[in-house]
Every structure is written in structure tokens, then in C-alpha cells.
């Protein structure tokens, strides 16, 4: 058996037991620490990522127990892809939170470690139950860093986030106790087939826990009408922590695709949902236009951003079922990364500005504004999709393969709205200023990580094609669920 | 048998919604306790209700299933850190923000 697999769980969760025992106050060291985590990820993930490029689906099966009976792990071709993404963002957003935000309040690394070990298990994990066990490992520790650093803002914002995350979870209980009582298992794989054989009441039932099972990654999606916890909770966190929530969104959205991929593309569930998922990701992109517009600070519109990715990504899943969801994987790439790139940037700005922060509004001019105003510049034609950048390519790519007139207009309009806002914000934190301001110059290590955030788009741009082909390649994979199946459930190990 | 534990859950469930949507940070902490309690109560009759039987196979004829009590073992586990977890969160909103409204506003002349 390949042991591996496991290391994306096991690193970060070592690394943070390291750090909590750690009783004095030795911020170089904890720094080390959760930075040498970070890059060993990356390594374990771009390792695992070759080995799962060959196709072949690997069960990593915990204290031997053969599936259905113990919890499995099972990479992929998708998990692999968003291992490998969560490295590639943490190591930046940690680097940032490594300039000073780290040390506005305890533990803020150990938790940094312990939110990455729930999203790489979430990931990883081939198991509803252990699905739920990872979310609430990713939930408890965004809820601390969430809140790190003080400040009355961010303890509203936390108090809801917590709130409806607790819902959301009751909800996923109830959920998971419905999946248990028909079907009589939790594991993925082994609920995918029993599901088909499902009639009668018991169907009826399914099909409750499946719609209550949309709300919930709909929740952690941030899809409409579960969206308003998100703009307030995202621009209220500290940067680094903000860059790294870029990814929670889409934690959601994978739970979504795996679910739906292995249970849910044919047999008598087939559509499920599908129709008001279409809707709602539909009214989540048109409201995410009129919340970028109406956005009085650059974190709000960044985090509304976020939401229009999220509704974008949706409405592709829930139109062409597994179709578009190559290109829709590469958009999913190109969104989280450029807006946790964003997210970093808009710290900087509203450090360069002094009292008015990231307001949009006349203030002092950035003190040596001009890098910034670049990589702002950089950063806000790859988001709205204008050529030359990966945004551009992404939504081309979607458009492609949703051929629906709705679709297309709210995406176009969507990046007029995107273009309209992004624009504006520019030109009122750059240019429209009153003389030298009082602000912080950015130093080396934060520039160093949003440039990592950012050049991976003109990265993305200029191997489009091979990344296409790579997103397309997991996407076919996942429309074979059968290789998935019989890889957990046929002969095991 | 099933009756009553339908009811029970029933109970809970909706007292649990409904003191989550009051305004005030102490009666939602309260919703959300008694809502994982009914979810508690859900997951563990998810196996099938049976009265005294041991959940260990050979040792009575028909066997009670263990899986939802693993499971209860768990949300509970879970459930009992976030409420501990939502209670600080919500004295803290209380210090910083001055009054325990779910919204920080201040008393609307206590009609919430």
C-alpha cells in the first residue's frame, strides 16, 4: 500500500501539534515551521499529482479496513489537482501572514495548519462521514482565524459565520443519518451503487438527503440565497487568512462535483436538483454584479468577486452536468488563485493608504504606488476575463461549452460589471489622491508573495492549452465514475 | 416506540429553529444546542430502533447496529467543542461590541 497519500493529512496536522507545544513565544521558529510544512505539502502534493496523472485511481484504506466497512482515502486525478492548488495558494498566503499579521494573535499558526489539513482531508477523503469530520476540522480552525487579530467587524462577521456554519452542519447530519438509514453505508463509492438500487419510499428519501446535501455545499459554496455570510466574513479576515479562505469556497464546489459525478450523473437520480441549482448559480452571478458594483471598500469587491466565481463555476456544473466541467476546472484554477492574489493586494494598498485603508475613496496617494498600481492593473484584467490573461482563456473555454443564451449574457455582463468596478476602483485609489500620504511601504515578503499569486496567471495564459487538456483529462476520468468504483470497491487494496 | 422518538425529535428540531432565529446572541446559542440534540437523537435512530439489544453480534439474536452510535459518539464530540467555541465567540461580542444583539446594534427598546 502507498503510504503518501496520507502525508497531505499528516503534515499539516503534525506541524500543528509542533506549534501548539511550543509555550514560548519563538515567532522565527513557529514561522520555519509552518513554512517548511507549506513547501513539504506542495512537494507531497506535485508527487502525488504525477502518480495520479497516470490514471489510476489509488485507495489508501485507513487500519487496512477494506471499504465499505473502514474509511478510505482515494486520489484522483480531481483530488490531485486540488491538492496541488491548496499548496500552490497556502505557501504564498502564509509568506504574507509571515510579515507581522501572524503575531496579532495566538496560535495563528498552528490553526493556519490545522484549516490545511481539513481542506487537503476534505480532498482526499472517499467517505461521507469523514467528508462531514473534515469540514467541521476546516470550519473550526477558519472560525480562529477568522477572528484573528481584533476588532469589532470581524466578531459580527465571525459570530454569523459560525452561526450558519453550525446550521449548515445539523443540516449535514440530518443528511448523512438519511444516506445511512437507506442505503445502509456511508462510503462514496459503495453509496453511489446502492443508491441505483434504491424504489419506493426509500427513494423518496434519498432524494431529501441529497437536496439537503446541495444546501449544505451550497452553504460552504456560498451559492444564493447562502451567500450574504461571505462578503463581511472574507474582508473582515486578515489578508493572509483571506487569500487562503479563496479556497473554502471551493471545497464546496468539489464536494458538489464528487457527489454528483459518482451518484448523481445517471441512473434514477439523474437531474436531481439539477434545475434550481442552474437558477440559483444564475441569481448568484447577477447579484454578485450588483455587489461588485455597490462595493464601497476593495476587500467587499474582492469578495464579491469570489462569489462571482462561485456562480459562474455552478451554473457550468449544473448546465452541462460533467460536460463543461474541464474548462470549468481551469476557471476554477485561475478564480482562486488571482483572487487570493487580490485579497493580498488589497492589504497592501490599504497599508500604502494610511487611515482611509481600502476605501474606496480620495485619500493620500501610496507612498511608491507605482509597483502596486501595476500588479492592481495586472490582477484586475486577469479577474474581469480581458485578453491576454488566464481569465480571458477561462471564460472563453466556458462559454464554449455552455451554450445557453442566458448563461451568456449574465457572464459577459458580469465582466462588464467586473471591468466597471475594478476600473473605478483603480483609478479613485490611484490616481484621484490628496498629496503624500502617511502610509506603510510594502516590504520585500509581501511583494514577493503576491507576485507568486499573480504571475501564475499570464502563467496559465501561455500553457492554456496544456492545462485545458489536463482539466479535460480529469473531467473524463470523472465521467467514468466505474473506475472509481470498482478501484475502492473491487478487490480493495 | 417510533412514534415517540419522531415526536421528540420533532420538538427539538423546531424549538431549535425557532430560538435560532430570535435576535439575541444567547437564545440562538440555546437553538443551536437543542438542534443538535434532535440531530443527535435523528442519527442514532438511523439504524433502527430496538429495545435491549446489545450492539455486539453473537451476543443477542438480533444485534442492534453500532455504526449510528459511532457516529452519535462523534457529533457530539463535535457538537459539544463549536457550542463551547460559540459561547466565548458571543461574550466576546458582548465585550467588544457592548450589547449581545446578533446584528452588533444597539437595544431596539428590547422588541427583538
Known sequence: MNHWIIAPVLIPALAGMLLLLEVRERHRLRRITGLLSCAAMLAVAIFLGDQAWSGEITVYALGNWQAPFGIVLVLDKLSALMLVLTAVLAFPALLYACCGDDRRGANFHALFQFQLMGINGAFLTGDLFNLFVFFEVLLIASYGLALHGRGPERVKAGLHYVVLNLVGSALFLIALGLVYGTTGTLNMADFAVKAQELTGTDATLLSIAVLMLWVVFGLKAALFPLYFWLPAAYAGATAGVAALFAIMTKVGFYAMVRVYALAFADGPFAGLGQAALWWLALVTLGLACIGVLGAKRLGTLVSYLVVMSVGTLVAALAFGQLEALGPALYYLLHSTLICGGLFLLTDLIARGRGEVADHLQIGPAILNGGRLSVLFFVAAIAVVGLPPLSGFVGKVALLRSVPDTSYWVLLLVAGLCGLIAMSRAGSTLFWRTTGEGSGLRPARRHLVAVLWLLVLSPLMAVYAEPLLQLTTAVADQLRNPDLYLSAVLGGGA | ?112
Request: proline share 5%; charged share 10%; with cysteine.
Open chain 2, 1 to 112: 416506540m417510533e412514534l415517540l422518538v419522531a415526536i421528540i425529535i420533532g420538538v427539538l428540531v423546531a424549538s431549535g429553529v425557532y430560538l435560532c432565529l430570535r435576535a439575541r446572541t444567547f437564545p440562538v446559542v440555546m437553538g443551536l444546542t437543542l438542534l443538535s440534540y434532535g440531530v443527535n437523537v435523528f442519527l442514532f435512530s438511523m439504524g433502527g430502533l430496538k429495545m435491549n439489544q446489545v450492539a455486539v453480534v453473537g451476543m443477542s439474536p438480533d444485534p442492534t447496529d453500532p455504526l449510528p452510535q459511532a457516529l452519535v459518539l462523534t457529533a457530539i464530540v463535535i457538537g459539544f467543542a463549536m457550542t463551547a467555541f460559540l459561547v466565548v465567540l458571543a461574550l466576546r461580542s458582548q465585550g467588544e461590541l457592548h450589547n449581545d444583539h446578533v446584528d452588533g446594534k444597539p437595544d431596539d427598546g428590547g422588541r427583538s
